[in-house]
């Protein structure tokens, strides 16, 4: 699967010169664990659909009846029609000047991150809704006036939601341009018992897959592959033990494709199949 160079694959210009940039995602069919380099940060009011969005460390899901910020980075999508004949998502790109110059103009606090997250969950309200009514009248204007609106509406929006969320509001948006400090074994650890294929997280972790297997090797003193399936079938185990799931509740969850596969791998671990943990 190729990557997919977001904002610069929605817009003529090359993605370093952008600073603001409105885009209206529209599609007619799903898309599963698409490869995205995000070059901006950007919010993503989704109006129809479901979305799903992994990190290096962690995934989020959202409906309609709520939007993302997301942290520039590698990530991988999807993005599901649900009910709907289309699936419909307003994005919003920024850059970090555009950020750095509002949170120097408004931000006076001093803000301590204690974690670094790659998204931030926001509850659509009315005032939302009005808001994404706006940047679409705004689309409409002359160019020479649209750049500046543009950037009064993303100032307002910022300010909007430090009111809303407070201090957790601001402080995600100083980690938005923090160093990042993801190391190698977080992302994976963090992907563990994930449905993430090895491609995926090597991803994640900015890495072609042979480079993610040295880098692996030479942490763990064993294949990802065999790793990675020990870790998810000791977790298949004490959910079947001791949670009182369904085989069939759980094997997706943990990378594999079919019931089937995924038993034979359990038998050939502990001996018995996992119908007989239950």
């Not at 970090?96 to 204690?114: A, C, V």
């Not at 609106?149 to 923090?178: A, D, M, R, T, W």
Request: aromatic share 12%; net charge positive; proline share 1%.
């Amino acid at each position: 699967m190729s990557i997919q160079n977001i904002p610069a694959l929605f817009s003529e210009s090359k993605t370093d010169t952008l600073e603001l940039f409105v885009y209206d995602f529209k599609m007619t069919n799903d898309v599963v664990k698409s490869k995205v380099n995000l070059g901006l940060h950007m919010f993503s009011f989704l109006q129809t659909g479901k979305k799903q969005v992994h990190f290096a460390g962690n995934s989020v899901a959202v409906n309609k009846s709520q939007s993302l910020l997301i942290k520039k980075g590698n990530s991988l999508w999807t993005e599901l029609l649900e009910k709907d004949a289309i699936y419909y998502c307003k994005l919003l790109f920024f850059s970090d000047k555009k950020l750095e110059k509002f949170l120097k103009k408004h931000s006076t606090r001093k803000i301590i991150i204690q974690d670094e997250v790659s998204f931030f969950i926001i509850k659509n309200d009315n005032y939302i809704s009005s808001y994404l009514s706006s940047l679409s009248i705004i689309a409409n204007e002359k160019s020479n006036y649209k750049d500046n609106l543009l950037s009064l509406k993303f100032e307002e929006l910022l300010l909007y939601l430090i009111h809303k969320y407070g201090n957790k509001f601001e402080s995600y948006l100083h980690s938005l341009i923090s160093k990042d400090t993801s190391s190698f074994t977080s992302i994976v650890e963090g992907n563990t018992y994930s449905n993430l294929k090895l491609e995926e997280i090597a991803f994640l972790c900015n890495m072609s897959l042979s480079t993610f297997k040295r880098h692996f090797i030479n942490e763990y003193q064993t294949s990802p592959g065999k790793w990675l399936q020990d870790k998810r079938l000791q977790k298949a185990k004490e959910l079947l033990q001791y949670n009182g799931l369904k085989v069939s509740d759980i094997y997706i969850d943990l990378g594999y494709t079919n019931l089937s596969n995924f038993s034979a791998a359990f038998k050939n671990k502990f001996g018995i199949s996992p119908t007989e943990v239950q």
